[in-house]
Nanobody, 117 residues
Framework: QVQFVESGGGLVQPGGSLRLSCAAS????????MGWYRQAPGKQRELVAQ???????NYADSVKGRFTISRDNAKNTVYLQMNSLKPEDTAVYYC???????????WGQGTQVTVSS
């Protein structure tokens, strides 16, 4: 059973930065693409950044140039560096493996990011 534990969220002012971490259990981590998703109140969960097992990255247009996804396979951890944060980035952020284009496992508890002055 693969599980994810997200951390690093918090309250930050517009223009600020946060670094999220996602620790994944299970030996399969290094072989799978990983993604960071977010869900704002009243909205559907959306994929904002993804990274393949080989390190190729892709981003949603709304975060391109501001967010950076990375992974450390030795630590079974994926990161999301978020810079130039905007109020519209406020959401609960989750990570998951991406299997055939879809989230592959049960969701963790997520980490709340609030961007407000």
């Amino acid at each position: 059973q693969v599980q994810f534990v997200e951390s690093g969220g918090g309250l930050v002012q517009p223009g600020g930065s946060l670094r999220l971490s996602c620790a994944a259990s299970g030996k399969i981590f290094s072989g799978y693409a990983m993604g960071w998703y977010r869900q704002a109140p009243g909205k559907q969960r959306e994929l904002v950044a993804q990274i393949t097992s080989g390190g190729t990255t892709n981003y949603a247009d709304s975060v391109k140039g501001r967010f950076t996804i990375s992974r450390d396979n030795a630590k079974n951890t994926v990161y999301l560096q978020m810079n130039s944060l905007k109020p519209e980035d406020t959401a609960v952020y989750y990570c998951n493996a991406i299997l055939r284009g879809l989230p592959g496992y049960n969701w963790g508890q997520g980490t709340q990011v609030t961007v407000s002055s």
